[in-house]
């Protein structure tokens, strides 16, 4: 770990700076307390010291606001979303004793809610996120039974550890439950062989079964769905300067002259420029008159010119993202470069200002710099506090800031929604994180050396089969600090708290419910997915671990999702492809992993009969491309045309066409008292972080 | 080169492998006369030995049929398409001495053509063929200036070779034109630099305008054109079982509820069984009213589920490649897979056989195998023949079966059209071509060592500028026999000459005219190009013979489409984007040299400064991509509707709207005298063969 201060081994650094930053409950001191059993030399006591210091701090603080939960005057931070729909009272300020007795009444609500009556109430959206988690829980309930069960004994009862090396066995205990604990050609490695085929296939067949599942859904959504201004509207980008200079005018003609039966309206983007006027922008949105006119002019190449009318599907009006209309093809084309540019040389140079930062902040430093604090420096717990504390809260920071840059960036893409640069933030994060977590904690050596190995791809598979292995008991402190950790900052709104504190002691108040942060909540989930799926056969202890997080999950977010969130946009699940090419690269690198482990252990044989494995799930996954990606795309001629036959029977179409030319009204013409709401949408992403 | 016997060098070997088979002109016996004198040494004076006696021996032969070509007799072998046409005999059987002497009227005619004459008799695919060369000579006249008049001296006043290795100058005295003989660390690197840069952006130029044009020109072609039933056909593939049984309920059904405004009629498609029955496969040829109804159909998914109701444009009718439909899209999918598996092998491992065939037929295993022939092959004769001819023989047969066994696994891949097939072979042929001449050659060791070095991306510049260079004398060869030889024996159409004589011989004639095989054509074409563009700052001196190769290409190949070959079918130049992706990457190729050759010639600055062209030629390709492309995989909606208008005054529209239902009749359910003609396009691939 070249980005640590040379004294602290990875582990220590990493559970420290999830802990203190986190804070960690009750169960997560008694789960560090059997692993501190499991190993305890003395870098290690000095570790779990640490922790449970921060886990005792993090208790009581999390126990105040568990208390603080149950009051009426917190109501905005712990149901903001009833608070909201004005299904409760925002507060009473009164102060009930009774409300200190903890209750568990909304983990039953949450855990017996049907997932129709989710669907109703908070989207299809909200939906898939949570078969995410349902998703896990099969998989890893599976994976932990064969785990503990086969190869936990199988991996206990090799000697190769006694063999190689008797003197350092404490400091390796957890090793003993590792696969490194096998002997060199051992038959028994054909159980983790035939594990890693059986694990393969099982989390193919459920990534089917939940692709089509979901797409289904999806299709039922739209059929079930009430008219709606973006199935009848696309966005046209692009559109030529006119011999009148006004857009307006060529775009009516334009479409007078193309779709003539089916054109409704339009309405012209426009931007505040500097001087406070207006500026048209070369882009509009065209309204039809049925759902059919709207998904063939889509659909179909407008222009003879392929970089001129460009049309997609129309976001809904609350998702459009305003403030970034840029006006031609090549500036968005370059804009896009420039933000795949950015976001790589933030993916792999991250950990370079972090350790620059680091750097500058050790106690000899800080005495040259601040001799004033010579005095204060030399008490043994605050210099306890900078050495430990300090290091860990910097990485702590510059992660927190990586999510919402990623959404600065992906909002610089040009894209015309913001459930669009969520997703696209959703995957810049994920590659993120996979790279800087896994990958440079996996990988020791320098920058320039990682990247050596990238650049000779067959040695992969041997390097990460020395480096994954030894990094199984960091990443169990991983799991158990900051995914527990996460989930109990998520149902505590630790974060809200302290602002609403702040904001009560000023004065002000914000009653906004806020929509979920996909884009920083996603890519933990399937992090903790791929970590899952990478140890299944090599250090199975992890498995009861993740079991219980993702167990968790599943009633933390129910829970949150009906009562915290409000959805901002409904994209109709479209979050679901994502998941499933996290979730095959997450098993294309456990087959590689096994390539490299089985090459370790002399057992050449299996090594070769993997790679059939890893052509047959890239061929699943090609095949799911083709199968059930389109539904997520675009809507099928035999959808929009059913759905234009029901609106024919609904009455209130005739209003509803009414209304459609002023849904998507730019809301910088709209009288002065909701300019207010424009202004928030012209700054979302400095409210986001 | 680990291919040939242990005796011959490469560059020995494949100029004789082409001069033997392909026989040579009395020009390119000067030009390989000019070469020899550049370079004596004793091996080399051996192989140009042989040279000569290739060369002499199809000289005459080439004469001769010069002389043949102006008998009427065989006007079914020279202008085939005139016969085909009816405008000119056949033959008349007698023979006049005036004939016998030669004339140039060909040459003066093919040169005076315009373009628009050449689009109205031949379409709009040989013109674009024809722009490869236009193309290719304003590349190569301005290389070539550049390359003679400045890179030439400067690299032959270097005195590098002088310095290193004054022993062995005779040997290497073509060495001294290229940049290996500049001094390392000169500054006259930087005008090579310079040239590299200049080059791409000129080829770069050069590109887009040719991209611009013809698209603009297919765009033009497609108003131009009159009513064709492919403009108002889909085909549509994945038809769903219905419950009658019958695919052709279903469809009806299907398209009157979804298309009921557009929809005119559809054709089953039906293929014949073993037990001479014919069986529905579950495609159809359907047809539309307006061009845009058909437009519509194709680009719009139909169905929710995407592997159901798959529509594509359809082709002409002449142009459907029948036998072939394969019936669901998952055998569709599953043979294109196979198919790439297959191509990808034949690439790789094609030498191995060759060399296996070669190791069968030396002398010694001769003699053992049929002792009775000890006494013929002791002859010095033939056994000068047989070591020098045989083991080039069975490589150039070897070669010239690639073509067809390309088109027969293109065919496999479940295209509907014979031109998607021609097109796809035609990628895998220059596929083929790049690898098992260019880099087969360029890379010497085993097989197995040159997948090493792909494997390590970092180090292919360097890799292959070290052994690059070595090989210009060797490609010059390749040029003048492979390249000009070519040309001669398709001016001079000795297969078909020989062919013909056979079958005057059996009494059978065959009066079609061939279409141009354009799959074996093109990559020709496209690899010198690729070496031109590869050799332009290495070795300069390729460049005029690749110019002469480009300016008697043109002449050549525009009389062969005006009086040979016979328009199979018309894409409306589809084959373009082959041509610009191909050129790319030379591009690319020539770049990543530049890279490795600075790099040993101790000059890395420049060497770094190559890497923004790399991705600036990257980011180019990309725009043409998005900006030209779209417009060659499907019209606009803006074409199909002022198409559309266009017909409505067409007064020949009613009846041709009565004959199209018929269009696209099955060959096998016509009159049997037409039924000979689907035979023909049942086995159209042992014929191309």
Excluded at 24 to 49: G, H, P, Q, R
Excluded at 185 to 200: A, D, E, M, N
Excluded at 285 to 311: H, I, L
């Amino acid at each position: 770990m070249y980005f640590l201060p040379q004294r602290m081994k990875p582990k220590e650094y990493l559970v420290e700076k999830c802990i203190n930053f986190k804070g960690a409950s009750a169960i997560i001191y008694l789960c560090l307390k059997f692993l501190k059993n499991l190993s305890t030399t003395k870098t290690d006591t000095v570790l779990y010291m640490r922790v449970i210091f921060c886990g005792k701090f993090s208790t009581y603080f999390h126990l105040c606001s568990w208390l603080w939960q149950k009051q009426p005057s917190y109501n905005h931070v712990y149901i903001p979303r009833l608070v909201a729909e004005g299904k409760t009272k925002k507060s009473s300020g009164d102060f009930h004793l009774d409300r200190l007795l903890p209750s568990t009444g909304w983990v039953r609500r949450a855990w017996q809610l049907s997932e129709d009556d989710l669907l109703s109430s908070t989207g299809l959206d909200a939906v898939v996120f949570m078969r995410i988690f349902t998703f896990s829980v099969k998989v890893f309930t599976v994976a932990a039974v064969i785990g503990i069960f086969i190869l936990l004994p199988i991996n206990y009862f090799g000697t190769q550890i006694h063999a190689s090396d008797f003197v350092d066995i404490p400091n390796k205990s957890l090793d003993l439950f590792s696969i490194a604990n096998v002997n060199d050609g051992s038959k028994r490695l054909w159980v983790h062989f035939c594990v890693v085929y059986f694990i393969t296939a099982f989390v193919c067949y459920l990534l089917f079964i939940e692709y089509q599942h979901i797409s289904s859904t999806r299709i039922a959504y739209f059929y079930a769905s009430k008219p709606q201004p973006h199935q009848f509207t696309v966005l046209v980008r692009g559109v030529p300067v006119s011999r009148l200079g006004k857009f307006s005018e060529s775009i009516r003609v334009f479409f007078m002259e193309y779709h003539s039966s089916t054109y409704l309206s339009h309405t012209v983007v426009n931007t505040p420029s500097r001087i406070k006027s207006l500026i048209e922008v070369p882009a509009a949105f065209v309204s039809f008159k049925t759902c059919y006119g709207a998904a063939v002019a889509s659909d179909m190449r407008q222009s003879d010119n392929p970089t001129e009318w460009v049309t997609e599907q129309a976001p809904e009006p609350r998702d459009v993202y305003w403030p970034f209309f840029s006006p031609s093809f090549m500036q968005r084309w370059i804009s896009k470069l420039v933000v795949v540019v950015l976001s790589i040389v933030l993916t792999v140079l991250f950990l370079i200002p972090v350790v620059f930062v680091q750097g500058l902040t050790n106690l000899d430093k800080l005495k040259t710099l601040f001799p004033f604090l010579k005095g204060i420096l030399n008490i043994t717990f605050v210099s306890q506090v900078i050495t430990g504390y300090l290091p860990s809260l910097i990485l702590t920071l510059f992660l927190k800031i990586v999510p919402p840059i990623m959404m600065l960036f992906s909002s610089m893409q040009g894209f015309s929604s913001y459930s669009r640069i969520e997703r696209s933030a959703c995957t810049k994060v994920l590659i993120f994180t996979v790279w800087n977590i896994f990958f440079a904690n996996v990988l020791s050596g320098s920058a320039i050396r990682q990247l050596d190995t990238f650049l000779e791809p067959k040695n992969i598979p041997i390097k990460l089969a020395v480096a994954v292995p030894a990094q199984a008991s960091f990443f169990i402190a991983y799991v158990v600090t900051n995914g527990w950790t996460s989930l109990s900052s998520e149902i505590f709104r630790v974060a809200p708290l302290l602002c609403t504190s702040v904001k009560n002691c000023v004065g002000s108040h914000d009653d906004e419910a806020q929509s979920l942060p996909f884009h920083s909540e996603v890519p933990r989930i399937l992090f903790f997915g791929l970590l899952g799926l990478t140890y299944v056969f090599l250090a199975p202890l992890i498995l009861p671990f993740l079991l219980a997080y993702f167990c968790l999950g599943y009633i933390v977010y129910r829970n949150q999702l009906l009562d915290v969130y409000e959805p901002r946009y409904e994209t109709g699940g479209k979050l679901w492809p994502t998941v499933h090419n996290s979730t095959i690269f997450s098993l294309l690198l456990l087959q590689t992993l096994a390539i490299g482990i089985f090459g370790l252990k002399k057992l050449p044989v299996a090594s070769t009969l993997i790679l059939p494995l890893l052509i047959i799930t890239l061929l699943f996954n090609e095949y799911c491309r083709k199968r059930f990606l389109p539904v997520f795309e675009s809507h099928s001629a035999e959808s929009v045309i059913k759905k234009d036959r029901e609106n024919e029977n609904d009455p209130t179409m005739p209003e509803f066409l009414e209304k459609l030319p002023t849904a998507y009204r730019d809301p910088a013409l709209k009288p002065n008292q909701e300019y207010a709401g424009y202004r928030d949408h012209n700054t979302p992403l400095l409210s986001s972080v």
